[in-house]
């Protein structure tokens, strides 16, 4: 596997996104936050999507010249109309919204319509942490995933990340999909003609299957829990609640009309809202308690966590978060390493925009 | 089984608690959110646990007398020192001042410190849906699960509620535990003795198990998940953001020096915090969205989750809070069907306090 440095994606990638219309700074943020995927180990998520992003703007789904705007707001809420814009660029714009909303009045909620994809929901959650906020962030995505008891895929991996931060200990950076499995993590079984453990994913029956495959074959992916017994109604009702709050409070598409991702696949049309939607939230720590007295607190709730008994077999207990950010250190200093047919397809971009790789 | 209507079941818990020293307002809004889990069919956290605060009381650990206070602010937060009070008073106390805030600002979000145990969490959120508002509750809870990886039981079931306003349709009410099944439901299969699935507790090794017994014999409850190959983590994950918010936040204990709800188990000495934590929030639906706008779509939501294709040997897909709702309708009509080890546990505390049941 080859490997590449931060830098040379990052200046690739930025002038991708310029290629495509975008303003310096835009380019640059929707760069930030897609590599940010990447740094993390979520390679899903990162420049092996780039030319996805490329084909929904070929494809007229995405606008690289948006006017962002505030459609609805309180003292402590917003909502945003991201005007299609690329979600990597909608995203930081809402969340700084909700940081500076917690600035006056102790916290900031804001719902974006019109959006799409935003890469990695643990991105934007982190932008609090240096305003000593904790962040939230969660996003709807096209329908892969089937309620408990139903054969219909109607809700996305709908992922959830909450960030808070600690004193001299590494925040913690929860970023979860509401399903067993993320899934990319699918898409590494597939390319590797492997098995998949029950409870991630069902056939077009409904019945649970080890078929890596079964969601491209009519199936879908299972809620966290996978069925019934093992709690599968509480990951639907997470994803239910988080493509309530990203779509039905914004005004953006929700359940199986949330535009897909590929653009090859065509938009409902009897569309129900505008684009895709997320929600954001930020709480600044001392709208609660002094924020040393907190953050001495976290240190010790890690401390706590870190140091408990490890059941055999295992190295430690992990503190969401610090395997990615681990994971940051190790790929900032040692490259970023890019399967082939990414790093084909990232050659194929830059033929298409005169641009080298 | 014998059924008791709902009304004497009303009155006779409303006349322990005031022989405890509650006032009468306090006595009726506990006995209002102790008897909403019997109503909803969450008998482990309904009268079946009236007892176990009669001891707490008698072991000096709740204070029916107490001076709730908010010791903290600002216009969208609050956090209240509960002083011992009884959680089912102190949450009520709690969530009317997120919704106070929340008509002010737009959202009101409140931690409490020095509380106890608070009966369901979907009492306290659905407080918000005759507001026009989306309500959120979670607590943190006796220590009882172990983290992914760890043999030590060190987070509660620690639940989550969001409700959710509709229009026509019923409301949208989430209500869990962040563990693959309630405490509630290994009581069941303890009493009956029955075998629990795998994925439900672990042995005192951390090796999953059927042994419904095992969290009474040094093993824990399993997060959400399972295991590890199962999103355990992700259940673990949440699990940690309900004890954060509700303790780290406040100045609650959290993590093993969460008090026991049992009054024979002494709390910790060495507690880093004022009793147990909750964590509310209110979010008025108009400082989003037109009310009737949201309400129509969240209408359009729930019923295409409803009408959803079923699979095979199962009858219909359920909205989070459709089976409480049911029950509840039921049970106001028909009575409350109360175990044989309840009733004489309740004729023993009539005994105690001179009343008649």
């Not at 010249?65 to 809402?94: C, R, Y």
Request: contains cysteine; charged residues 20%.
């Amino acid at each position: 596997m080859q490997h590449y440095s931060y830098e040379e994606l990052r200046t690739f990638t930025c002038n991708i996104f310029q290629k495509m219309g975008c303003s310096n700074s835009d380019a640059a943020i929707a760069t930030e936050v897609l590599l940010s995927a990447d740094l993390r180990g979520i390679d899903s998520h990162g420049i092996a999507r780039l030319s996805g992003y490329v084909r929904l703007w070929e494809a007229k789904r995405i606008n690289t010249a948006p006017q962002l705007k505030i459609i609805h707001e309180s003292p402590s809420t917003a909502v945003v109309d991201a005007d299609a814009a690329l979600g990597l660029v909608a995203a930081p714009f809402a969340m700084k919204i909700a940081i500076e909303k917690a600035k006056q009045v102790g916290t900031g909620w804001v719902a974006v319509e019109n959006s799409n994809h935003y890469g990695i929901a643990g991105y934007h959650a982190m932008m609090a942490l240096e305003h000593d906020m904790i962040g939230i962030s969660m996003t709807n995505a096209s329908p892969l995933v089937a309620p408990t008891f139903s054969t219909e895929r109607l809700l996305g991996t709908n992922p959830i990340s909450i960030a808070i931060p600690a004193g001299k200990e590494s925040p913690f950076v929860l970023d979860m999909a509401t399903t067993t499995a993320a899934n990319g993590k699918l898409e590494i079984l597939q390319r590797k003609n492997m098995n998949a453990p029950l409870g991630w994913v069902q056939d077009k029956n409904g019945v649970t299957t080890t078929n890596a495959n079964a969601a491209k074959e009519g199936g879908a992916l299972l809620p966290l829990g996978g069925d019934r017994e093992h709690g599968s109604h509480k990951g639907y009702g997470l994803g239910a609640v988080v493509d309530i709050f990203s779509a039905v409070l914004s005004g953006a598409n929700y359940g199986p009309w949330v535009p897909p991702f590929v653009a090859f696949l065509k938009p409902s049309e009897n569309s129900v809202g505008k684009g895709l939607g997320h929600f954001f939230g930020a709480m600044r720590i001392d709208a609660f308690r002094d924020g040393a007295e907190f953050k001495t607190h976290m240190d010790n709730w890690i401390r706590t966590f870190k140091n408990a008994k490890v059941s055999e077999g295992n190295k430690r207990v992990i503190i969401p978060g610090e395997p990615e950010m681990e994971m940051q250190q190790e790929r900032l200093k040692n490259g970023i390493p890019l399967l082939e047919p990414v790093v084909n397809d990232l050659k194929e971009l830059a033929q298409k925009f005169s641009l080298k790789f």
